[in-house]
Nanobody, 126 residues
Framework: QVQLVESGGGLVQAGGSLRLSCAAS????????VGWFRQAPGKEREFVGG????????AYADSVKGRFTVSRDNARNMVYLQMNSLKPEDTAVYYC???????????????????WGQGTQVTVSS
């Protein structure tokens, strides 16, 4: 069992930066890949980026490539989403989720993930 808690959301102006954190508990967390998803009002939850448990494979949605960076610290049971050059269209609730099935194209799909956090709101003003 893995429990996930996101933090770091908030209100930021367009062009600004935020770093989201995903704190995990559970003895086997280091064997899970972690994905970041977001969901805007009236829209489906979408994949943003993810990282294999080794850190050796990292994937991003095209909409955030070059702006967002996913990293992890297994010693601290933490995964991070650094978001730079934020745009109003990045406004959403952001979730982290854990999976043991981090392979293309499956990791884009919410059903690939077994455990989810409660989400943190990110609002980007224009």
């Amino acid at each position: 069992q893995v429990q996930l808690v996101e933090s770091g959301g908030g209100l930021v102006q367009a062009g600004g930066s935020l770093r989201l954190s995903c704190a995990a508990s559970g003895r086997m967390f280091s064997s899970y890949a972690v994905g970041w998803f977001r969901q805007a009002p009236g829209k489906e939850r979408e994949f943003v980026g993810g990282i294999h448990w080794t850190g050796g494979k990292i994937a991003y949605a095209d909409s955030v490539k070059g702006r967002f960076t996913v990293s992890r610290d297994n010693a601290r049971n933490m995964v991070y989403l650094q978001m730079n050059s934020l745009k109003p269209e990045d406004t959403a609730v952001y979730y982290c989720a854990a999976t043991k099935n981090f392979y293309y194209p499956y990791y884009f799909n919410v059903t690939a993930y077994d455990f989810w956090g409660q989400g943190t709101q990110v609002t980007v003003s224009s």
